[in-house]
């Protein structure tokens, strides 16, 4: 079975500086990975994805995240937070094979972002 | 182009009351899916449709709820009758053909069982 660990249920950070939020996860064989960020009073919104290649990948308003097999971790990274990337983050991930496990997403517990001034 | 909506964004029904969830995902999508997040916990997978087949209905919580895809596009998920441990937010979204997973949400539609 796979499953995902969200490890922080809130971070808290200063606008300007670094934005890190974890993601370790299971899965048979090799992963798709995903991040999506929930802001206020929004829906899902799909920020970046991990399928294949280079390890370190690059998404929306300046997300990052590197994948990282060994460890078995897809951590959601920004330089410089701003105020407006407080909302709730999301990882999640899907078997490469899809017989494995079928199309379906296992989402973690989610990860409450709080950028102050 | 439109993106995933969902009808209504928010319900407060009572214990016992029907309710019924629509989604109309992205034009061209075959695939689409249900999930729900209940008490702050993790999205959970309900089901998926290829088309208007149910593909997988494994996360289905039990026979009060009933998702339909007729003629392969919006989806309808009702709940009869409800019960207070449905509230949540229940999630749909669509995706293209298996090469491209990338799922694209909509809103979400709040649901209170009071």
């Known amino acids: 079975a796979q499953s995902v660990a969200q490890p922080e249920d809130q971070v808290n950070v200063a606008e300007g500086n670094p934005l890190t939020v974890k993601c370790t996860y299971s899965?048979?064989?090799?992963?798709?990975l995903f991040w999506y960020v929930q802001y206020p009073n929004r829906g899902l919104q799909f920020l970046l994805k991990y399928i294949t290649g280079d390890n370190l990948v690059k998404g929306s308003y300046g997300f990052e995240a590197e994948f990282n097999k060994s460890q078995t971790s897809f951590h959601l990274k920004k330089p410089s937070a701003l105020v407006s990337d407080s909302a709730l983050y999301f990882c999640a991930v899907r078997p490469l094979l899809i017989k494995a496990a079928g199309n379906k997403l296992t989402f973690g517990g989610g990860t409450r972002v709080l950028v102050k001034p | 182009e439109a993106g995933v909506t969902q009808f209504p964004s928010h319900s407060v029904i009572e214990k016992g009351q029907t309710v019924t969830l629509r989604c109309d995902p992205i034009s061209g999508h075959d695939n689409l899916y249900w999930y729900r997040r209940v008490m702050g916990k993790e999205i959970k997978f309900l089901l998926h449709f290829v088309k208007e087949s149910k593909q997988d209905e494994s996360g289905m919580p039990n026979n009060r709820f009933l998702a339909e895809r007729t003629g392969g596009t919006y989806s309808t998920l009702k709940v009869q009758p409800a019960e207070l441990e449905d509230s949540g937010v229940y999630f749909c979204a669509s995706s293209q053909v298996r090469d491209r997973p990338t799922a694209f949400f909509g809103q979400g539609t709040r649901l209170t069982v009071v």
């Open positions: 899965v048979s064989g090799n992963p798709y």
